[in-house]
């Protein structure tokens, strides 16, 4: 069966965010497999003038919707998002164009406005998708569950499909292509109202301008070992000799060391970085279903029966103390070079 | 204020999983089962509403008799009463849970309807928001601090690097994440309360999947690689092979 595919991708201070290279490449994927018609879309301003971007990763049709345009619909002011506005503007684009597969990035953004756009275009969900792959011509995914300590893979019977991708796993690639289509949504017939801006986003509070460990490629997550909060400086001078984010055990999360937006396990954010060290975590269960299925683990810890050594690619018997600073000089000389 | 906290029962985060027979769910032998950790934070923040405000707590869950525990957990914490939309089957997905919890909610014209921003067990992070579109109310979720007056709202929400301000208005439907407040413990006092409480039970609205599970499986299992034991000095090899070997910086 033929689809039409709809990829809503995210862009950020006029340029296309990371997730959004990922979502047309691996949507063009699905459309190329399917002999299906893809169409891009994206809201935002200034952000034309990057369309031959996500040219480069496959898509050859981009419309965008004016996020100013938008907004003038509300009556209240609106510091760039609205859930609902955004979910609206997506779902009236995917029935127009008669898309019946939806595919986004599982961001804070795409998973706010997944549930609202499948009840809007009475889609099956698949969420936060690590695979997906088509067998005679129908669309199965892979997810976690259980913060990864299993996997499963699902099917829908409904007819349309939503799909959210999990940031950072499946790797764009470049088609070589350059050559793309451009078109303006005109706001004015997707009769906007003010029932549309019922939650407003007023503001956004950056925290210190830090990399988000949901986001990283590299994590460095420090735990009890580290004894105490103010030896967290070893752990952030440590991720920022590889430009990578700080993360944290629930542990010291739950003991106030760090903030829990850091926290890496079963009740914190599951991550899957190229590159993840953990320094003075134990390995309880909960933090290895979070981190286990990045790509490359390195464990630094004195106990050498502690569990994170046996998921570990690589790992040091000893001392953070004397390791951690140790790395951070030899990172730095490797990475100058 | 009539405030209701949507609730589920989850295997406790300590559990290692292992894959049933049919290969499609967990397997149950010696799983302890808790309120999910997320609902505890949407329990707490609306005994901390209605200790503010008035009014009550209704605590609801939908699922098979089993999913009383969880109303009974939010009992212990102080909610005031209990609905189980019983569920002849246990096998549901998000959007089945979200039309269930939904026809419940329409009748019930709530000031606000907490959830935890998601289960840890499917890890959705969907149903609040599904909900909120089914009954046509607003939906923050992934809140980390809420403040309501005179029916207007203030959120954090927390986003990657940062945290979101959001302003709307009650009624709404709110996901709780970690941070939002400290759950309170259950006395004793309360334990036996929550003993007298009963769970008013209602049946199923409607049965409807839009997803099925073809398979379960364990992740690919991680074998233990190269292990040094000479402290520091093993560091500039480790970085070696971290450059060479496994190519990652």
Not at chain 1, 212 to 235: K, M, Q, Y
Not at chain 2, 45 to 60: D, F, H, T
Request: glycine letters at 8%.
């Amino acid at each position: 069966m033929s689809n039409k595919i709809l990829a809503f991708v995210e862009s950020k201070d006029g340029n296309f965010k990371n997730s959004a290279f990922e979502v047309v490449a691996e949507a063009n994927k699905i459309a190329s497999e399917t002999g299906s018609e893809l169409i891009v879309m994206a809201i935002g301003s200034d952000i034309e003038s990057q369309a031959k971007s996500l040219a480069e990763y496959g898509a050859n049709k981009l419309l965008i919707a004016d996020l100013n345009e938008i907004n003038s619909k509300s009556s209240v002011s609106v510091f760039k998002y609205s859930p609902s506005s955004f979910s609206k503007v997506i779902s009236e684009i995917a029935k127009t164009h008669n898309a019946n597969i939806v595919i986004l990035s599982a961001t804070s953004l795409g998973k706010d406005i997944a549930g609202r756009i499948a009840i809007r275009t009475g889609s099956a969900v698949f969420n936060d998708c690590t695979d997906l792959k088509i067998t005679d011509g129908k669309i199965t995914a892979t997810r976690p569950v259980y913060a990864g300590k299993s996997l499963i893979e699902i099917k829908s019977n409904s007819g349309n499909l939503l799909i959210t991708l999990r940031p950072n796993v499946f790797k764009p690639h470049k088609t070589g292509e350059t050559d793309i289509d451009v078109e303006k949504i005109d706001i004015g017939t997707l009769n906007l109202t003010e029932s549309d801006f019922s939650s407003v986003v007023k503001e956004i509070i950056v925290s210190n301008e830090k990399l988000d460990v949901a986001e990283a490629d590299r994590i460095v997550s420090g735990g009890r070992g580290l004894r105490g909060p103010e030896n967290f400086t070893l752990i952030e001078n440590l991720a920022a000799s590889i430009g990578g984010a700080t993360g944290a055990s629930r542990a010291v999360v739950d003991a106030g060391w760090r903030p829990h937006s850091e926290q890496v396990g079963q009740t914190g954010k599951t991550v899957s970085p190229s590159l993840y060290i953990a320094c003075g975590i134990s390995g309880a269960i909960q933090h290895l279903a979070g981190m286990s299925s990045s790509k490359c683990i390195v464990a630094i810890n004195k106990d050498k029966d502690a569990p994170i050594f046996q998921i570990a690619n690589y790992g040091i018997v000893g001392d953070v103390f004397e390791i951690i600073p140790a790395l951070t000089d030899e990172f730095k000389k490797v990475m100058a070079k | 204020m009539k405030i209701i906290v949507c609730v589920s029962l989850v295997p406790d985060s300590t559990t290692k999983v292992k894959v049933s027979d049919n290969k499609k769910s967990i397997d149950d032998a010696g799983v302890s089962y808790i309120l999910n950790p997320y609902d505890e934070f949407a329990v707490e923040e609306a005994l901390k509403l209605k200790e503010k405000y008035g009014g009550e707590v209704i605590a609801v869950s939908f699922g098979t008799d089993k999913a009383k525990e969880a109303i009974k957990k939010a009992f212990q914490m102080g909610a005031d009463k209990g609905v189980l939309i019983k569920s002849q089957s246990s096998d549901f997905d998000s959007f089945n849970v979200a039309v269930n919890l939904s026809e419940y909610l329409k009748g019930q014209s709530a000031d606000i309807i907490l959830f935890g921003k998601q289960s840890i067990d499917f890890d959705g992070l969907l149903i609040p928001s599904m909900v909120s579109e089914l009954i046509n109310l607003p939906c923050i979720s992934v809140v980390v601090k809420l403040d309501i007056e005179n029916g207007k709202v203030i959120a954090e929400r927390e986003v990657e690097g940062g945290k979101e301000i959001i302003e709307s208005q009650a009624p709404i439907v709110i996901g709780t994440q970690k941070g939002i407040n400290e759950p309170r413990y259950p006395n004793l006092k309360s334990i036996m309360a929550a003993k007298s409480k009963p769970i008013e039970e209602t049946p199923a609205y409607s049965n409807e999947n839009k997803i099925e599970i073809v398979e379960m499986k364990l992740p690919p299992a991680k074998t233990s690689g190269k292990i040094f034991t000479n402290g520091k000095d093993d560091v500039s090899e480790l970085v070696r092979l971290l450059r060479e070997e496994a190519k990652v910086i």
